[in-house]
């Protein structure tokens, strides 16, 4: 499921659990909910990640240029 689906599934979850009196329940859509918004963590710091990393990438091939260039002169 997405990050977006396990949200609003656990909290499904939790009201239908506040509805029954069922505490498992309302628990199990907490805990759905949570890992939904950790998951959401992740991706968030997946792409700055990414982001870093392409940037050095970029860094160092333009140093990599620079040099080549200054050696051809």
Known sequence: MTEQTDR???RVKQAAGDI???DDLKQE?????SAA???GKVDELTDKVK???NEARDKVQDAV???KDRLKD
């Open 29 to 33: 859509g907490k805990t759905e909910e």
């Open 20 to 22: 029954a009196g069922d």
């Open 8 to 10: 609003v599934s656990g």
């Open 37 to 39: 918004d950790a998951k």
């Open 65 to 67: 240029d620079d040099v």
């Open 51 to 53: 982001d870093k990393a």
